[in-house]
Each structure stands twice: as structure tokens, then as C-alpha cells.
């Protein structure tokens, strides 16, 4: 049975309707990792793994919630809307940003289920959210606009579920078109797409199975790290607000006054923010090769000038360095664990994953997963 009878039969079964669904996928990020809190660029995409969510009122002043994945249901009154334990927040959290922007809801029973790979960093959480959103949106004809309900999502994060976390997620599941990526400026939300036409070419997702256990952390020091060098540039440019602003000719200008460590941060920011544009420009010529070599760098600078790789991740990619069949590999997400993004020959794809695979398992002693992605359009109605 697929997710979509699934969804439906479920709710027929447990509610007594048939359900409005929508389907709101996870993401990739091709390119721009650790650049968003920066006010830099990003290159995201939806991908075709989705969350698949069921809608009907009914009628009261209360919400009733079923997970497939977690065989639960969870009940909550809009009336009395706060944060509690688990996945209900994300449910939650979003009924409540749109209440607080003036907007009135009903009461609705939701089932939900989907094939994102839960902790692989494809963003589960924001399909989710925005799921719910652009589901209540169609339901109650609410005629809020998708960037409106992608920001809803956003303070879901925020207000119930706890994470401080950017906005790209979300925009990229919202926002996703078939076989493009979104550039998108996170300083200004202005965004522009670019073909993904990989030909011969398709994206294999490699992941480690490593818990983030060091990422809050180490992100929330890096933060710090990279303020720390914007208030340095700051001295001698007063105009500079973030590292969006700085090029490498004035960070050279203030490396007297800042670590070598902090300098490095600094520099993987503003290259990074420099290959993205450069990808763009790479994907605008069909030149998948350079796209590959900007993939690469971009690992490169994650694990050694910002590093936030770990060995699994190091492995994964160096493995492919020699591979003609593939043209480019990086560490995706936060890092510390994970998944790796591949740029792969579609030919080669069945030897490369049972032999990197086998390397895998023998170096770490641990079995990892891989997943086939393809580029698709944002959360959307079905039914």
C-alpha cells in the first residue's frame, strides 16, 4: 500500500471523512553550508522524499494528531496552545504562529506519515511544519501566502520546539521547483532559481549513521567565532555589519588583531559564500564538472578551516576523490555525523554503493545508508 492510501485509509478509518493531503517534501543543500547565520547564500532544493499529511475539521475547538510513524495520537484546544514533549510541537507551534498573526482556526483531526529518513539531516522537522501550515491554509481558506506560512514555520522552531534554527529549511521545502536549486540571500529573502539538469548525473545521499552529539555546541561557538571576527573587520570598516560585508583583502587588514583560528572561520565564510556564486554560474553553463570541483572545495573548507567534519564524513568523501564516475562530494548540514552529498555517474551507481558501502562498515565497524534524491517541487495540495 503506498503512504497515500495509507494516509487515506487510516483517516477514514479513525476520523470518519475523507481528508484534504498534502505533501510536503525534505531537502537537500547543494552548496553554501554554516553561510545563513552569516546573512550569506544558500543553494537548496526539495527533494522527492515527503511528509504526507491528512486534513478534515471537525467541527470543535479541539485538534486531534496521528503520526503513522509513531502509532500515536496526540490531542491538544487551541485555546490553551504551549510546548510539550515531542512531535506534537512542531504541530503545535505552527497552529499557534498562525493564531498569533490574527488568523482564527477550527478544530481539525490530522494524520501524517512519510519516507524522509529521520535524522539524516534532510530536514524532516520543516516538511513537517510547513505540512501542517499549507494544510490549514487550503482547509480553513486562510489566504496566507507560502512565504508567510514558510516564516510560520520558522517560529514554530523557535517558540515550541526550542531550536534557534535559520530559515533556509523551511524555504526550501516550501519554496522547491522540479529539477532546480534555490539561491536564496538570507539576509533579504530575495531568491533566484537555477537549473539542476544532471543528465547523466544523478545525487546519492551517503549517511554516516554518527549522531551530531558535538553540533549544538560547536555551532553555537562558531557563531561566536565569526562575530568575534566582524567586530575586528568592524574597527577599520565601520560599515560592516556581518561577514556577508567582507571580502578577504579586509580580513587581511584586521588579521593582526584576531587568531589564526578565528581568521579561519572567517575565510571558509566568505569563499564559500564565493563558490556558491561561482556553482551558480558552473550550473547556468551545464559545466557539472566545475560544479564538482566547488562541491569538493567546499568540503574541504568545512573540515579544515571551519571544521566541523569528523572522520566518518572525511572517509566518505576522500573515497570518492579518485573515482572518475564521480564528479563531486561534500559533508552536508551542521556536520559532526550525517550524510555526504555525492555527485555520481547514474551508470556506476550500483557498484559505487555496494563498494563504498563495504569500505565503510569495514573501516568503522558501523553499517551506513544511502539514498537516491532527486530535485522536485515544494509542499503542495494532492487531494
Given at each position: 500500500m503506498t503512504i497515500l492510501a495509507l494516509i487515506a485509509k487510516t483517516f477514514e478509518e479513525k476520523y470518519q471523512q475523507k481528508p484534504l493531503i498534502v505533501r510536503s517534501p525534505g531537502r537537500i543543500n547543494l552548496i553554501g553550508e554554516h553561510t545563513d547565520y552569516n546573512e550569506g547564500f544558500v543553494l537548496p532544493a526539495a527533494?522527492?522524499?515527503?511528509?504526507?499529511?491528512?486534513?478534515?475539521?471537525?467541527?470543535?475547538?479541539?485538534?486531534?494528531?496521528?503520526?503513522?510513524d509513531f502509532k500515536e495520537e496526540q490531542t491538544f484546544s487551541l485555546d490553551n496552545l504551549k510546548p510539550a514533549k515531542g512531535w506534537v510541537n512542531f504541530v503545535m507551534g505552527v497552529a499557534n504562529a498562525i493564531q498569533k498573526s490574527g488568523k482564527k482556526l477550527e478544530g481539525f483531526d490530522c494524520v501524517f506519515g512519510?519516507?524522509?529518513p529521520i535524522g539524516a539531516g534532510l530536514s524532516s522537522s520543516a516538511a513537517l511544519e510547513n505540512g501542517v501550515g499549507f494544510g490549514l491554509n487550503q482547509l480553513l481558506d486562510l489566504k496566507l501566502e507560502r512565504l508567510e506560512l514558510l516564516k510560520f514555520s520558522q517560529q514554530a522552531e523557535h517558540e515550541f520546539v526550542g531550536v534557534k534554527c535559520g530559515i533556509m529549511?523551511?524555504?526550501?521545502?516550501?519554496?522547491?521547483?522540479?529539477?532546480?536549486?534555490?539561491?536564496?540571500?538570507c539576509r533579504s529573502l530575495a531568491h533566484t532559481y537555477f537549473p539542476l539538469e544532471l543528465g547523466n548525473y544523478q545525487l546519492i545521499l551517503?549517511?554516516?549513521?554518527?549522531?551530531?552529539?558535538?553540533?549544538e555546541s560547536a555551532y553555537n561557538q562558531r557563531r561566536e567565532e565569526c562575530q568575534e571576527g566582524v567586530n575586528q573587520v568592524k574597527k577599520q570598516f565601520p560599515e560592516v555589519n556581518s561577514l556577508r560585508d567582507i571580502n578577504l583583502e579586509m580580513l587581511d587588514k584586521a588579521k593582526g588583531g584576531i587568531s589564526s583560528v578565528i581568521y579561519k572561520r572567517c575565510a571558509y565564510v566568505i569563499q564559500e559564500n564565493e563558490r556558491l556564486i561561482n556553482t551558480c554560474e558552473a550550473l547556468d553553463k551545464q559545466d557539472l564538472e566545475a560544479v564538482?570541483?566547488?562541491?569538493?572545495?567546499?568540503h574541504d573548507g568545512l573540515s579544515l578551516?571551519?571544521?566541523?567534519?569528523?572522520?566518518?564524513?572525511?572517509?566518505?568523501?576522500?573515497?570518492?576523490?579518485?573515482?572518475?564516475?564521480?564528479l563531486g562530494a561534500r559533508m552536508m548540514g551542521g556536520g559532526f555525523g550525517g550524510c555526504t552529498l555525492n555527485l555520481i555517474k547514474k551508470t556506476h551507481k550500483k557498484e559505487f554503493i555496494a563498494a563504498i558501502s563495504?569500505?565503510?562498515?569495514?573501516?568503522?565497524?558501523?553499517?551506513m545508508e544511502t539514498y537516491e534524491v532527486n530535485v522536485a517541487d515544494g509542499t503542495g495540495l494532492i487531494i
Amino acid at each position: 500500500m503506498t503512504i497515500l492510501a495509507l494516509i487515506a485509509k487510516t483517516f477514514e478509518e479513525k476520523y470518519q471523512q475523507k481528508p484534504l493531503i498534502v505533501r510536503s517534501p525534505g531537502r537537500i543543500n547543494l552548496i553554501g553550508e554554516h553561510t545563513d547565520y552569516n546573512e550569506g547564500f544558500v543553494l537548496p532544493a526539495a527533494i522527492d522524499k515527503s511528509i504526507y499529511l491528512g486534513f478534515a475539521k471537525n467541527n470543535t475547538g479541539s485538534c486531534r494528531v496521528y503520526s503513522l510513524d509513531f502509532k500515536e495520537e496526540q490531542t491538544f484546544s487551541l485555546d490553551n496552545l504551549k510546548p510539550a514533549k515531542g512531535w506534537v510541537n512542531f504541530v503545535m507551534g505552527v497552529a499557534n504562529a498562525i493564531q498569533k498573526s490574527g488568523k482564527k482556526l477550527e478544530g481539525f483531526d490530522c494524520v501524517f506519515g512519510g519516507d524522509i529518513p529521520i535524522g539524516a539531516g534532510l530536514s524532516s522537522s520543516a516538511a513537517l511544519e510547513n505540512g501542517v501550515g499549507f494544510g490549514l491554509n487550503q482547509l480553513l481558506d486562510l489566504k496566507l501566502e507560502r512565504l508567510e506560512l514558510l516564516k510560520f514555520s520558522q517560529q514554530a522552531e523557535h517558540e515550541f520546539v526550542g531550536v534557534k534554527c535559520g530559515i533556509m529549511d523551511m524555504f526550501a521545502s516550501m519554496m522547491g521547483k522540479q529539477d532546480q536549486v534555490i539561491r536564496l540571500d538570507c539576509r533579504s529573502l530575495a531568491h533566484t532559481y537555477f537549473p539542476l539538469e544532471l543528465g547523466n548525473y544523478q545525487l546519492i545521499l551517503c549517511n554516516t549513521k554518527v549522531a551530531h552529539s558535538l553540533a549544538e555546541s560547536a555551532y553555537n561557538q562558531r557563531r561566536e567565532e565569526c562575530q568575534e571576527g566582524v567586530n575586528q573587520v568592524k574597527k577599520q570598516f565601520p560599515e560592516v555589519n556581518s561577514l556577508r560585508d567582507i571580502n578577504l583583502e579586509m580580513l587581511d587588514k584586521a588579521k593582526g588583531g584576531i587568531s589564526s583560528v578565528i581568521y579561519k572561520r572567517c575565510a571558509y565564510v566568505i569563499q564559500e559564500n564565493e563558490r556558491l556564486i561561482n556553482t551558480c554560474e558552473a550550473l547556468d553553463k551545464q559545466d557539472l564538472e566545475a560544479v564538482g570541483q566547488f562541491i569538493y572545495g567546499s568540503h574541504d573548507g568545512l573540515s579544515l578551516d571551519y571544521e566541523v567534519s569528523c572522520p566518518e564524513l572525511d572517509f566518505l568523501v576522500d573515497y570518492t576523490r579518485e573515482l572518475p564516475h564521480v564528479l563531486g562530494a561534500r559533508m552536508m548540514g551542521g556536520g559532526f555525523g550525517g550524510c555526504t552529498l555525492n555527485l555520481i555517474k547514474k551508470t556506476h551507481k550500483k557498484e559505487f554503493i555496494a563498494a563504498i558501502s563495504a569500505s565503510y562498515a569495514t573501516k568503522f565497524n558501523r553499517q551506513m545508508e544511502t539514498y537516491e534524491v532527486n530535485v522536485a517541487d515544494g509542499t503542495g495540495l494532492i487531494i
